[in-house]
């Protein structure tokens, strides 16, 4: 299938969805099936007898994504890849087909004529996992960047008003000996540049703070993403596998 027939087949998804789905599955979700009769207004059909009592346990449901860590998976996400061909066909039926397992597997049914699992499992693996890398040494280089534009300035500006107190010592020596106004006014320039380089010295340490948060919320984003796209790659392989 190519590019220019996936196009067609959005277009063509609202009224083709189930039949791709039947032609995907043995059987119906019984899950699925009772949700679009409460939608028909009509009885749900009863669910055949299970097989077998041993059903695989559900899941744990993610936890939620901090604003960042959406931003950043969107960004990581952004490149057309066999992964995000599923994950659009996937959208449409979230609200459709209720079991998790149907839903893959009817997406994929979707996108199988173009694409293999070997090569989602591998989008996600090569070029998303790589992309995410790629940002996080994007984001490492612009907070470098901040950090010399932040700290290393004002580290800069201390430098210079130490020399300048060093030099205001000498001045008081010698003023001490003139007039007393004279050395008031010494004085007083003085305690204005230790009062700067104090503020200085609280601005650097409240920078820094700033800083670090915004690292440890990248951090932690960033191991939202490691995760949702672990869970990914483990739901692609427990589903399609």
């Known amino acids: 299938m190519t590019h220019m027939q996936e196009n067609e087949s959005k277009g063509r998804f609202g009224g083709q969805w189930w039949g791709a789905l039947k032609s995907a599955l043995v059987e119906e979700d019984p899950v699925a099936s009772a949700r679009r009769a409460r939608l028909g207004g009509g009885a749900a059909p009863s669910a055949a007898p299970a097989k077998d009592s041993a059903q695989p346990a559900a899941p744990a449901p993610e936890p939620a994504m901090s604003p960042m860590a959406k931003a950043l998976l969107q960004q990581v996400l952004n490149r057309a890849t066999a992964y995000t061909a599923l994950t659009e066909k996937l959208s449409p039926l979230e609200d459709i087909v209720a079991d998790e397992r149907t839903r893959y597997q009817a997406a994929y049914a979707l996108i199988k004529g173009s694409r ?101 919320q990248f951090d932690a984003a960033t191991q939202q993403v490691r995760e949702s796209l672990a869970q990914a790659k483990a739901r692609v392989l427990r589903h399609l596998g």
């Open 116 to 216: 293999t699992l070997e090569q989602v499992v591998q989008a996600i693996d090569l070029h998303h996992v790589d992309a995410l890398d790629a940002e996080v040494s994007r984001f490492a280089g612009q907070l470098k960047d901040t950090e010399r534009r932040e700290i290393e300035r004002r580290n800069e500006e201390i430098k210079t008003l130490n020399a300048s107190i060093d030099a205001r010592h000498q001045q008081i020596a010698k003023l001490r000996e003139q007039l007393e106004a004279q050395l008031r006014s010494a004085e007083e320039a003085l305690q204005a540049e230790r009062h700067r380089m104090a503020e200085l010295t609280r601005e650097i340490d409240v920078r820094r703070q700033e800083i670090g948060a915004v690292q440890a």
